[in-house]
């Protein structure tokens, strides 16, 4: 319950710097218009990652953490993806739109949360190695089951933030636009609604975590 109340402290005070920016509410008439069509796409990319970084999780297991091929693929920024698909962009597609954004956000965020779901993983030798491959899959199931919910609620605002650069360099209006503008523009009333969001999201891990003393 102390680490509750503790958390709700934390998330209480960003949302009230949120309500109490200096300056006006807008300086236009009125704040920008949400990105509605950013929905679909960013919804298709958390169920992506959703499904496909637990999945190579539990097909590679925990060894996974320390492949060198894995950190490879995983050490590019965003930037330099974006960059490359723009670089291999075919002129007569036109500008790249939201499923350009999708496969450059995939190729960024995948790698690095197949491994943070790996390094989650516990060690399975000798048990359940000695138990037999079914053994072995099934503990690595179990356990990200019990982490799934928590890797997305933690997860989440990282995405959020990450998605700027390939946002901008893409020229797609995207949910982490949205943030920047309205942080930048002091849309007070816009952040309390994301900041609301995210402590939702942080609400969400609570029971599956169990409290000590």
Same mark, same amino acid.
């Given at each position: ?5 503790? &958390?709700?402290?934390?998330? &209480?005070?960003?949302?009230? /710097? %949120? !309500?109490?920016?200096?300056?006006? =509410?807008?300086? *236009?008439?009125?704040? $920008?218009?949400? @990105? ?7 919804? !298709?990319?958390?169920?992506? #990652? ?8 539990? !097909? ?9 091929? /894995? ?9 330099? +993806?974006?960059?490359?698909? #723009? %670089?291999?962009?075919?002129? *007569?597609?036109?500008? $790249? *739109? ?7 956000? #995939?190729?960024?965020? /995948?790698?690095?949360?197949?491994? +943070? ?13 000695? +138990? ?11 356990? /990200?089951?019990?982490?799934? =919910? ?6 989440? @605002? ?6 700027? =650069? ?7 209006? &995207? ?19 994301? =900041?609301?969001?995210? %402590?939702?999201?942080? #609400? ?10």
């Amino acid at each position: 319950m102390s680490r509750l109340l503790q &958390g709700l402290v934390v998330w &209480g005070f960003g949302l009230a /710097l %949120a !309500l109490t920016l200096p300056g006006s =509410v807008w300086k *236009a008439a009125t704040p $920008p218009a949400f @990105p509605w069509s950013a929905l679909g796409p960013a919804a !298709l990319a958390v169920a992506s #990652l959703a499904v496909l970084a637990p999945l190579l999780a539990w !097909l590679g297991g925990p060894t996974l953490a320390a492949r060198r091929s /894995l950190a490879l693929v995983e050490a590019p920024p965003d930037l330099l +993806w974006a960059a490359l698909l #723009l %670089a291999l962009w075919p002129p *007569a597609w036109g500008p $790249p *739109a939201q499923g350009a954004w999708l496969v450059a956000f #995939l190729a960024a965020a /995948l790698p690095g949360e197949v491994r +943070w779901l790996a390094q989650a993983l516990p060690g399975e030798h000798p048990f359940p190695q000695a +138990w037999g491959a079914v053994a072995t899959r099934r503990v690595r199931r179990l356990v /990200l089951r019990r982490l799934g =919910v928590r890797w997305l609620a933690a997860r989440l @605002p990282v995405w959020l933030t990450a998605t700027l =650069v390939l946002e901008r360099m893409l020229g797609v209006p &995207g949910l982490g636009t949205d943030w920047l503008t309205r942080v930048a523009g002091r849309d007070r009333r816009g952040l309390a609604v994301w =900041v609301g969001l995210l %402590a939702g999201l942080w #609400l969400l891990t609570r029971p599956w975590r169990r409290e000590t003393a």
